[in-house]
């Protein structure tokens, strides 16, 4: 998968090797992952919340509500930036414009596939503060869950 090879090899190996049926306990995984990050933003915690619970998914309202949030995000990191702002407050604008994309894809997705996991893995690892712990915490969660299943 183009987005998460470039972030880790192993875990886009990890993955592919994954059965389709399983994909979506990789996206519960990594939004759990990345929920610590967002623990203070009501708007993301309850997002993450309701994937990780699987209720009433695939939701097009939801989706474009968060993508609507995201997009907000982005224009203000890049009005922040251009303002001359401490990177530590444009750069939280950059990755909460990330987590929300990526789960406006979540909420917008029919079925979990290989490109969607790959999409919404790529955004959260720059969503995150630090983008080598999230993929390398990712892998070693997947890598548990793997064995407790054997």
Do not use: W
Not at 47 to 75: K, N, V
Not at 89 to 110: C, D, I, N, Q, T
């Amino acid at each position: 998968m183009r987005g998460i090879r470039g972030m880790s090899p192993s875990l886009d190996a990890l993955i592919e090797s994954l059965p389709l049926s399983q994909l979506r306990a990789v996206l519960q995984l990594a939004f759990s992952v990345m929920a610590g990050e967002f623990a203070g933003d009501a708007n993301i915690g309850s997002a993450i919340h309701r994937f990780t619970e699987g209720t009433q998914i695939p939701d097009q309202g939801q989706s474009r509500e968060l993508a609507q949030r995201s997009q907000e995000a982005d224009d203000l990191y890049c009005r922040l930036e251009e303002e001359g702002a401490a990177k530590a407050v444009y750069s939280l604008e950059f990755r909460r414009a990330r987590v929300l994309y990526a789960l406006s894809l979540v909420f917008a997705a029919r079925e979990t596939t290989l490109p969607l996991v790959d999409d919404v893995i790529y955004e959260l690892g720059h969503g995150s503060v630090d983008f080598a712990a999230f993929t390398r915490t990712l892998e070693q969660r997947i890598r548990a869950e793997i064995a407790q299943l054997s």
